[in-house]
């Protein structure tokens, strides 16, 4: 089968992409219109790096279609800086040195966007559930929960 | 076929028209709905192309009615919403507990309780549930519908009574009246992200004197498919639900097993686990029912 026109809007940027049928949003996100900061880790759905929001909710990219994506709000790592700079949970990943490698990075912001713009002040045992889709090998985790927390903090203030 | 295609029909009978011409053609069809066990599969165990025909556009498969006599959910909401609906979860707590525990938070976004049935897995930890509070599958066909009951749906080991020309359109549960209530409980060897060792759910409904005067128990991942254990049911009806009414039905969740051993956990494990389970999901049942 020819290759899919897929319309839709990535980082508050309309898009257009082919793509086949089967093929990722991840892929399609980093082959199609590179967007490479959305990592592949496991392509199985257990590791989280590949984490986008899709109509604000948190997915794993390699788990849906990109054919799927037709009419949607995708937001990728790229779309969370502000204008102005980086947004309060990548800084605070940069003050706690919540990252080593970084292939898990991406992943563990977009995830942690989402959960502050759900739950404006999580306890950690929130956040670590949420985040438990998220794996990091290198951190010990404890250091993007500090991140975490320090950013819901900043947000609320 | 050669190659993949994707179809995405937005009503009940544009989709039937779709499955039953490519079943016609002899091509193979799936559905999608969430695809968190579709796209696994497609990258690994099952690379054969095929038509995938996306569900989710349809009315009646993003539904939730939470009616007066019953209660429909739409075969492609994912658990997050499921999980973000508060009647439902004071109406089904077991069912929407066993839609919580699958995968993480992005799974969650995606995966459907119709996925889970439909995926038609042994361990799928909504499907005793769905057993449980009684649960009829609600199939779209070229015949209109038909509904069958859980326990009857699934067939064997990944395998469900739908044709290639039919597809899950929702589920059909009756609301839960006064002190009705259920659970689910699995075994995992860790906190959450597994799959099910063992799984029991449990709905009883109590009279005034916190005597159970219905129930319904089933028992997932220790045996080719869910099962329906009547002999556990009669063991709880007529009784206060007590320890040894409790111990009777695990007895009769352990006698219905016919679990395999594998990496998760062993025959005689599985058989003596899911019993506890059932014990203990009994016990959360009647505890709800009465509260």
Known sequence: MAKVHVTTSVNNQPQE???????????????????????EGCATGDCGACSVLVDGRLVCSCLML???????????????????????????????????????????????????????????????????????RCTG????????????????? | MSSYSYAAPTSVDEAVEVLATNAASGQRTQCLAGGTDVLVQMSSVDREPRLLVDVKHIEETNAIDIG???????????????????????????????????????????????????????????????????????????????EVATEDFITGVGTNCMSDSEFLLGLKIPRPGARTSDAYLRFIPRTEMDIAVAGA???????????????????????????????????????????VALQAAADACSAAASPISDKRGTVVYRRKVVGVLCKRAGAIARDRASA
């Open chain 1, 17 to 39: 992409f082919l793509c086949e049928p089967q093929e990722s949003l991840l892929n399609c996100l980093r082959d199609e219109i590179n967007l490479t900061g959305t990592k």
């Open chain 2, 68 to 146: 007066n006599n019953e209660i429909y959910i739409g075969a492609a909401i994912p658990s997050a919403i499921l999980n973000e609906n508060e009647e439902l979860k004071a109406l089904l707590p077991g069912l929407i507990e066993s839609a919580d525990l699958i995968g993480s938070t992005q799974i969650q976004g995606r995966a459907s309780i119709g996925g889970n049935l439909c995926n038609s897995s042994p361990a799928g930890d909504t499907i005793p549930a769905l057993i449980a509070v009684g649960a009829q599958c609600v199939i779209a066909g070229p015949d209109g519908t038909r």
């Open chain 1, 66 to 136: 990109g054919v799927e994506a037709e009419g949607k709000e995708v937001t990728t790592i790229e779309g969370i800086a502000e204008p102005d700079g980086l947004h309060v949970i990548q800084q605070k990943f940069l003050e706690h040195a919540a990252l080593q490698c970084g292939i898990c990075t991406p992943g563990f912001i977009v995830a942690a966007k989402a959960l502050l713009d759900k739950h404006k002040d999580p306890d950690e045992e929130t956040i670590r559930y949420w985040l438990a889709g998220n794996l990091c």
């Open chain 2, 201 to 243: 759910g449990v709905a009883l409904t109590l009279d005034e004197n916190g005597v159970c005067t219905a129930a319904r128990v089933s028992i997932g991942a220790v045996a080719p498919t869910a099962l329906l254990v009547q002999e556990a049911a009669d063991a709880l009806i007529g009784t206060n639900v007590d320890d």
């Open chain 1, 141 to 157: 985790y404890d250091k993007i929960i500090r991140a975490v927390q320090d950013a819901a903090k900043e947000l609320a203030a």
